[in-house]
C-alpha cells in the first residue's frame, strides 16, 4: 500500500494527542484526537493508549494503518533514546515509546522533547513557514503542566546530548522565602511557580495559609456543588477542585490572592524569557500550552513587561503560538516529515 500518511504524537502529563497528516502536506488538513493519559495501568499503558487512539483515529477518518510513513513523537521527558526516563511529571520510572512504534508499524519513528517539537511545528506551519531557515531564530516556551523551552537557532534545532536541552522550568529561581516543591524533587524551580500545576499548587498553599479565608475557597466549593451533593470539605478537595483554571477565573474576578498568584507568575514567567533572550537572541518567541493560551489576557503583558527589564539583546517579538493547542503536534508531524 502507498504511505500517504504521516503519524504525529503529543505525549503530555495531561494528556494524550495523536494526529494523521496527507503526505505531502501543507499541515492544512490535520486529523487529530485526544483524550486524559492513562496513568493507572502502568508504563505499559502509555503505550497500549497510544496503539488503540492511533487505531481509533484511523478508523474515523477511514485511513489505513498501512499508509503511515513515518512517525514523530513530541513528549514531556526528560528522554533518553526514544524512552520518557524518570518523567518529572508521570509518576513512572520508564517508558518506552519509540521501539514500540517502530514494531507496531515498521515505520522510522523518532521521539523529541514536546518543546523542541512545538518549535519545529513553529518552523514549519507556524510563524516560520516559508521563511529561510538558515536565518530562522526562534524560542518556543510552553506553559501548560509543566514549564519548558525549543530553541531553533540559525537553521538548527537544539536538542542536547541526550534530547533534554530546554528544560528551563527547572532552573532555581527561588532560593529563599516561599520555595515551593518542584515535582522533580527541588524547590524553588521556575515550573513551580509558573506552570498549570505550579499556580495550582501556589494557590492551595495561600488559601490554606489564609485559613480558607478567601473568595478562591469560594469558588472552589460552588465548583464541587455542581458535580457532589456533600457540604464536607477534604484535603482530597483541594486537589480535585483547585487549578490553574479556577485561580485565573479568581483573578478575573478581582480576588486578592489569586491575583498575588498570577503577579508571582508573571514574575517568574517574565524572568525565564529574559534567560532565553540573553542566552539564544531569538527574533521571536512563541508561547503555547494551555495556561498560556486559555489565560493570555491575565499574563501576556506582564511576561513581557518583565522581560525587558532584563535585556541586554534586542528585545524579541512575544506572541501565543498561532499554531494553537496543536504546536506539538504540527512539530511531531514535522519531525515525521524529517525521517522521510
Known amino acids: 500500500?502507498?504511505?500517504?500518511?504521516?503519524?504525529?504524537?503529543?505525549?503530555?502529563a495531561t494528556n494524550l494527542h495523536v494526529g494523521l497528516v496527507p503526505f505531502p502536506t501543507k499541515g492544512t488538513d490535520l486529523a487529530e484526537y485526544e483524550e486524559p493519559i492513562d496513568v493507572a495501568h502502568g508504563s505499559e499503558g502509555i503505550i497500549n493508549q497510544i496503539h488503540r487512539v492511533v487505531e481509533r483515529l484511523a478508523n474515523r477518518q477511514d485511513i489505513p494503518l498501512e499508509s503511515i510513513a513515518s512517525i514523530g513523537v513530541g513528549s514531556t521527558g526528560p528522554l533518553d533514546v526514544g524512552t520518557l526516563k524518570h518523567p518529572t511529571n508521570l509518576p513512572f520510572e520508564e517508558v518506552p515509546i519509540v521501539e514500540p512504534l517502530k514494531v507496531r508499524y515498521q515505520v522510522p519513528c523518532e521521539m523529541i522533547g514536546d518543546c523542541h517539537a512545538?518549535?519545529?511545528?513553529?518552523?514549519?506551519?507556524?510563524?516560520?513557514?516559508?521563511?529561510?531557515?538558515?536565518?530562522?531564530?526562534?524560542?518556543f516556551v510552553n506553559i501548560g503542566s509543566g514549564l519548558g523551552v525549543g530553541i531553533y537557532s540559525s537553521g538548527r534545532l537544539l536538542l542536547g546530548k541526550d534530547?533534554?536541552?530546554?528544560?528551563?522550568?527547572?532552573?532555581?529561581?527561588?532560593?529563599?522565602?516561599?520555595?515551593?516543591?518542584?515535582?522533580?524533587?527541588?524547590y524553588g524551580c521556575a515550573e513551580i511557580y509558573c506552570s498549570g500545576l505550579g499556580i495550582a499548587k501556589h494557590g492551595k498553599i495561600q488559601l490554606i495559609n489564609e485559613n480558607l479565608d478567601s473568595e478562591l475557597y469560594t469558588l472552589?466549593?460552588?465548583?464541587?456543588?455542581?458535580?457532589?451533593?456533600?457540604?464536607?470539605?477534604?484535603?482530597?478537595d483541594f486537589e480535585d477542585f483547585i487549578d490553574a483554571e479556577l485561580v485565573c477565573q479568581a483573578a478575573r474576578q478581582g480576588v486578592p490572592l489569586a491575583e498575588r498568584v498570577l503577579k508571582s507568575a508573571i514574575y517568574y514567567g517574565g524572568l525565564v524569557l529574559s534567560i532565553i533572550a540573553n542566552t539564544f537572541d531569538p527574533d521571536v518567541i512563541t508561547i503555547g500550552g494551555t495556561v498560556a493560551i486559555e489565560a493570555q489576557d491575565l499574563l501576556l503583558d506582564g511576561f513581557r513587561n518583565e522581560m525587558v527589564k532584563h535585556l541586554r539583546v534586542r528585545e524579541p517579538n512575544i506572541q501565543v503560538t498561532p499554531l494553537g493547542r496543536l504546536a506539538v503536534l504540527y512539530g511531531a508531524a514535522a519531525l515525521a516529515i524529517e525521517q522521510l
Open 220 to 236: 472552589a466549593r460552588a465548583k464541587k456543588a455542581r458535580i457532589s451533593d456533600s457540604d464536607t470539605w477534604t484535603y482530597q
Open 163 to 186: 534530547c533534554n536541552a530546554g528544560e528551563i522550568g527547572h532552573i532555581p529561581l527561588v532560593t529563599n522565602g516561599l520555595m515551593l516543591k518542584c515535582n522533580c524533587g527541588n
Open 118 to 139: 512545538a518549535v519545529l511545528g513553529e518552523v514549519y506551519f507556524g510563524v516560520g513557514k516559508g521563511q529561510n531557515r538558515d536565518n530562522l531564530n526562534l524560542g
Open 1 to 12: 500500500m502507498k504511505k500517504q500518511h504521516l503519524l504525529g504524537i503529543d505525549i503530555g
